[in-house]
């Protein structure tokens, strides 16, 4: 454990630090010298790496969610409110 | 950059319903494509309304889930919401966008049908939340003391056959995915499914929900971990 990486590049920002910033880091909303530490940090850190292309992906999926629409009956309806609203 | 990073920074900027080519901003603080459909609304054009009604009803049912007990309880808040967009459309002033106009009006019924069915339900809703407390990930995932305190005691396993076309392919990560949604305290629930499922932009995010961009992201961050959790468990 002494020859993590993490020990010399990060200079005490933990795994903890890291997976607490995972969404500021990945929104580019880190100033540029913690930026760079958790760059370094995740690029040496296999648990972090997976923990931050975890995140990644599971938005990536919430992103492609399938859209909803009303049933055809509520759209029916909504349609005759909207035509009746414009006839007055 | 890896294929994910790209897909996660191509994909924070995409606003779904509204091209950015015709987001010219006016005066009124509406886009161009916005007062063009506004005028369309207000001539009766029934296919506006249609596109519009296709745009945001996704959101408004995932919204509307936040506040009441099921599924049919929202589609009837969403219609009452609709109803009332096709009633107020002429009053509408532009001060804010259609979207954000439609996701207050929806709030509002929302919470107020959730607070009637209240005695009678107990859902996520009303579970209680704290920005300040909680931190996103479970404590005990980590060293707790000695040298490498704060680091990994149980770090989470490389998903590297699981991108996310095959996340969404399998029906044992989309189902967790939607339980832990349904699960979320109703402030991380908004701020997920306006920002991530749906896309909407930061600023117009804190807007409807009357947060700080601190605390949206403070929120986002614990929303997906929670997801994220979620998937993991379910896929072993």
């Known amino acids: 454990m002494k020859d993590h990486p993490s020990q010399w590049i990060n200079g005490g920002l933990t795994c903890r630090d890291v997976a607490e910033r995972t969404t500021d880091y990945l929104e580019d909303r880190l100033p540029v010298f913690k930026k760079i530490r958790v760059g370094l940090h995740v690029t040496s850190c296999a648990g972090c790496r997976s923990y931050v292309l975890q995140i990644g992906r599971v938005f990536s999926a919430l992103r492609s969610l ?13 349609r005759r409110q909207f035509a009746a609203r414009h006839a007055n | 950059m890896n294929a994910d990073a790209i897909t996660y920074t191509e994909s924070i900027g995409h606003r779904p319903s509204i091209s950015r080519k015709s987001q010219a901003v ?3 603080g509406l886009t161009k494509a916005e007062d063009t459909l506004i005028a369309k609304l207000r001539r009766g054009d029934e296919w506006a309304f249609d596109e519009l009604v296709n745009q945001h009803h996704g959101m408004l049912i995932r919204m509307a889930m936040g506040y009441v007990a099921d599924r ?6 969403v219609q009452d919401t609709w109803m009332a967009v096709i009633e107020s459309l002429n009053r509408f002033e532009g001060r804010s966008s259609l979207r954000t106009w ?16 209240k005695r009678h339900t107990t859902f996520s809703a009303f579970e209680s939340y704290d920005d300040d407390n909680d931190e996103a990930v479970d404590p005990f995932r980590f060293q707790q003391s000695g040298e490498w305190a704060g680091h990994w005691a149980f770090p989470p396993q490389p ?7 095959k ?12 339980r832990a949604i349904e699960a ?13 499922v749906e896309g909407v932009e930061a600023k117009e995010v804190c807007e409807m929900l009357n947060i ?18 979620a998937v993991e468990t379910a896929l072993g």
């Open chain 2, 102 to 117: 439609i996701c207050g009006i929806l709030i509002h019924k929302a919470k107020d049908r959730g607070v009637r069915e």
């Open chain 2, 184 to 196: 979320l305290p109703t402030i991380l629930k908004e701020v997920l499914i306006l920002r991530d």
């Open chain 2, 159 to 165: 998903w590297d056959d699981q991108t996310p076309e």
């Open chain 1, 66 to 78: 399938p859209k909803l629409y009303p049933s055809p009956v509520n759209r029916l309806s909504l």
């Open chain 2, 212 to 229: 700080t961009e601190t605390n949206l992201y403070v929120r986002l961050h614990r929303a997906r971990e929670r997801v994220r959790a």
């Open chain 2, 167 to 178: 996340l969404l392919a399998s029906k044992q990560a989309v189902d967790s995915m939607q």
């Open chain 2, 72 to 77: 049919e309880v929202a589609e009837e808040v």
């Open chain 2, 26 to 28: 006016k005066s009124s």
